[in-house]
Structures are given as structure tokens and as C-alpha cells.
């Protein structure tokens, strides 16, 4: 194998909310808010981190985006579907009608509009 070039310290979003889009992300994930200002906000443990910036101007992508400028998503590993939906909605994710996975995973926005999914870890 070769050496690595870099390694992945963080993924940041844009948003218009930092402090907002952090408290769902650590809900969610049990990670702790590391840093919450007006302009950035954090979550992280030690290893693992999300940053949100804020752009005041910031428009979510279209799901589906027919246009193909959809720039990312994150894939959340969960053990019960209907669970984790109805925990991430009561936290201010919302349910796109578009929902391409079937039974093994579902597509949910985040309080920004950010497309994510939630995956079953299961293979049954």
C-alpha cells in the first residue's frame, strides 16, 4: 500500500443556523457541541467531527435534485428504521417524498434542508 496523503479531520455544512444544525447533529448522533457561535458550531469526539458555517444566504439542495448538483450527503448507520425517524423528526428533521431505499434505508432533511440517510446496520 502507499502512503496517505491526508486524513479526514471534519466535514463541514453550510447553513443559515450554526448552533441550531448542531444541536440536531448531536441529538442525533450523541456527540457533544464542542464550539456554538452566531457563525460556527461544532460536534465532535475527539475523533469525529461535523462543523457548521454560517451563510446567511445558504438554499439547501433540491431533493431530488433532477439537476445533479447535489454536493453530499451523510449515510447515519441506525437498527430500527421507523425508530431513528421518528427520533430525527421530533428533533426537526423533516421526510422528502421522494424515498428511493426501499426497506434499507430512507432519505430525511435537517433543519437546514440537508439530505441525509438513515441505513439499517442489520442485513436482515
Keep these: 500500500m502507499g502512503t496517505t496523503v491526508a486524513s479526514l479531520i471534519m466535514v ?24 456554538s457561535a452566531e457563525e460556527y458550531a461544532m460536534v465532535s469526539d475527539g475523533t469525529t467531527s461535523l462543523g457548521f458555517g454560517r451563510v446567511p444566504d445558504h438554499t439547501p439542495p433540491a431533493w431530488p435534485d433532477t439537476t445533479g448538483t447535489k454536493r453530499y450527503h451523510l ?4 437498527s430500527d428504521l421507523d425508530a431513528a425517524e421518528k427520533a430525527c423528526r421530533d428533533l426537526g428533521a423533516t421526510v422528502p417524498d421522494f424515498q428511493p431505499g426501499g ?18 446496520t442489520s442485513q436482515d
Design 12 to 35: 463541514n455544512l453550510d447553513c443559515q443556523d450554526p448552533g441550531r444544525l448542531a444541536t440536531f447533529y448531536s441529538e442525533v448522533l450523541g456527540l457533544p457541541v464542542t464550539h
Design 75 to 78: 449515510d447515519l448507520a441506525v
Design 103 to 120: 426497506d434499507r434505508w430512507r432519505v430525511l432533511l435537517d433543519p437546514a434542508g440537508h439530505p441525509f440517510c438513515i441505513c439499517l
